[in-house]
């Protein structure tokens, strides 16, 4: 602070530095590129089926063939993996969410194409239940609604080892039901997938800027005016992403995550210093929605803003960021 304090106008002039592009280029402090990026995608049943999200403009859900094609695109860009999501058809969802763990399941086997035409780029399956319940909550309900903490993660444990098993490089449990991440770490360990990666959830919010996905993935109509607040954290909160996290890693996760990502810097900035391990941000799909709201209104410039967006996240802390505008934002950072 003393030396803060000891520097005087005009000897010390900060726009000196900002003059020329060499010197701004000299000074800057974080980078962006393809690396710290990873795209989420949807995945339909069918071929030749290509669906918009119309909360999402510019996001496609796409059946296994085309997802392979995106696929190719996104390894060419230099984008290290993808985040994988199911769209599950209704006559697919139950109380129990047994698809889930169906070893031949719409995810399992997109894992597998994946992998086998593209071995390079990292598969990264999204590990929780509200794609495959009816009612569109992350675990398996008791008889007053509440979602059931063991019971659950019984069913989790399947699914994790159940995609590791059909070849995914991480297993991403998304759910935030307690000592889960410590069930999965156990179970793959025991049928000895030590290679696995678990990204942990682990600061996930009860954030509404999630409605678009919930749109993307059809569970928003089962899940109707439910929230998920007796899993998902309270938005007020900043110690208790710390514990989460610090729970997490003493369970076994290789890299944790904050979500949603812009509204939640303050806790990916935390996260980074006081545990120093691999942090993640989600650029969640509300976020998308409102940038792409304005882009389309012609109020903000899409290709410096996305860029911008992203750079905050790594000033913040991050080392990568899952976003839906990573394909268009690696593009831009190749020009
Ligand atoms: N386990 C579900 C899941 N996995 C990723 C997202 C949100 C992603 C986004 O909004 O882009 C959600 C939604 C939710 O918790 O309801
Ligand atoms: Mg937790």
């Known amino acids: 602070m003393s030396l803060l304090i000891s520097r005087q106008y005009p000897a010390t002039r900060l726009r000196r530095m900002r003059k020329d592009d060499f010197s701004r280029r000299l000074m800057r402090e974080s980078s962006l590129s393809p690396d710290d990026l990873i795209l989420p995608v949807f995945v339909l049943e069918g071929e030749q089926r290509r669906e918009a999200v119309a909360s999402m403009p510019g996001v496609e859900r796409l059946s ?51 992998k086998e035409s593209l071995p390079e780029l990292g598969v990264i399956t999204d590990v929780a239940l509200d794609p495959y319940t009816v009612h569109g909550q992350d675990g398996i309900l008791d008889a007053q609604g509440y979602v059931q903490n063991d019971r659950t993660v019984e069913t989790l444990l ?53 409605g678009p996905f919930r749109d993307a993935v059809g569970s928003a109509g ?62 969640v799909s509300g976020e998308y929605a409102m940038h792409m709201a304005a882009f389309e209104k012609g109020w903000l410039d899409a290709d410096s803003v996305i860029l911008e967006s992203l750079m905050c996240f790594k000033r913040a802390g991050a080392d990568g960021i899952l976003t839906y505008f990573a394909k268009r934002a690696a593009q831009l950072l190749d020009q």
């Open 158 to 210: 399947k699914q994790a080892l159940s995609h590791a098993e059909a070849g995914a490089d991480v297993v991403a449990p998304s759910d935030m039901m307690d000592g889960r991440i410590g069930a999965i770490r156990r179970i793959l360990e025991q049928e000895q997938l030590h290679n696995t990666r678990i990204m942990a959830y682990s600061a996930k919010y009860a954030s509404r800027y999630y």
């Open 64 to 114: 296994l063939d085309l997802l392979i094609e995106e696929a190719r695109e996104v390894a060419a860009l230099g984008i290290p993996a993808l985040a994988l999501f199911p769209v599950i058809d209704a006559q697919h969802k139950s109380e129990l969410a047994e698809e889930a763990y169906n070893a031949g399941g719409l995810v399992q086997r997109s894992v597998r194409a994946l």
């Open 222 to 283: 089962n899940l109707g005016k439910a929230d998920k607040t007796t899993y998902q954290m309270d938005p007020a909160n900043s110690d208790e992403a710390v514990h989460e996290v610090a729970l997490d890693l003493a369970e076994g996760a290789d890299m944790v995550m904050v979500k949603p990502g812009m509204p939640y810097l303050d806790v990916v900035r935390r996260i980074k210093q006081e545990l120093a391990v691999p942090t993640f941000a989600y650029q």
